[in-house]
T-cell receptor, first 118, second 110 residues
Framework: EAQVTQNPRYLITVTGKKLTVTCSQN?????MSWYRQDPGLGLRQIYY???????DKGDVPEGYKVSRKEKRNFPLILESPSPNQTSLYFC?????????????????FGPGTRLTVL | SQQGEEDPQALSIQEGENATMNCSYK?????LQWYRQNSGRGLVHLIL?????REKHSGRLRVTLDTSKKSSSLLITASRAADTASYFC??????????FGTGTRLQVFP
């Protein structure tokens, strides 16, 4: 089954304790990205990746790191989490890039990771 | 920067009625997409309209795009209780970012 998986689904942690949220897709997609969703703010893109070893900042990259060592995986790293990073996080992937303007831009979303930083 | 702004923020209707929600954006785009989100879950793609298209249909969904006004609308006809969800538009801003709006929360009462 074609899917995007994220782990963990729920996480409660404390300020400053490094954490990683994993994301994996099995569709051989080129484009992967991370979003955070906060009430009243919609989804905001944190980082995106157009291929292996190619990553770029989205609109809210501060406090986050990513890596793309393999095509299928795109982990999100919080080196020193703070309470303002409490949010619902989504990973998504698509076959091609948004700028190409085609049906292959369709984003497939993971189920979400609800993170609470105390 | 928030590219897409949906309007209204919330909409309540009865089953069988039509629901219209609007999206405005700021820069030129290559395409605009609409997504649906059931409470707390991942978004699901509904429909994509390219910048050179004016209208597109998919089942009970009708999307229009007016690039001169930088706006799009999503019409759901003959709504059902199962259409209750949040709806988001998403655009590229001629870069490889994808920018989502703040969403319209639709409640359909049986």
């Amino acid at each position: 089954e074609a899917q995007v998986t994220q782990n963990p689904r729920y996480l409660i942690t404390v300020t400053g304790k490094k954490l990683t949220v994993t994301c994996s897709q099995n569709m051989n997609h080129e484009y992967m990205s991370w979003y955070r969703q906060d009430p009243g703010l919609g989804l905001r893109q944190i980082y995106y990746s157009m291929n292996v070893e190619v990553t770029d900042k989205g609109d809210v990259p501060e406090g986050y790191k990513v890596s793309r060592k393999e095509k299928r995986n795109f982990p999100l790293i919080l080196e020193s989490p703070s309470p303002n990073q409490t949010s619902l996080y989504f990973c998504a992937s698509s076959l091609s890039y948004p700028r190409l303007g085609g049906s292959t831009d369709t984003q497939y979303f993971g189920p979400g990771t609800r993170l609470t930083v105390l | 920067s928030q590219q897409g702004e949906e309007d209204p923020q919330a909409l309540s209707i009865q089953e069988g009625e039509n629901a219209t929600m609007n999206c405005s954006y700021k820069t030129s785009i290559n395409n605009l997409q609409w997504y649906r989100q059931n409470s707390g879950r991942g978004l699901v793609h509904l429909i994509l309209i390219r910048s050179n298209e004016r209208e597109k249909h998919s089942g009970r969904l009708r999307v229009t795009l007016d690039t001169s006004k930088k706006s799009s609308s999503l019409l759901i006809t003959a709504s059902r209780a199962a259409d209750t969800a949040s709806y988001f538009c998403a655009t590229d801003d001629n870069t490889d970012k994808l920018i989502f709006g703040t969403g319209t929360r639709l409640q359909v009462f049986p």
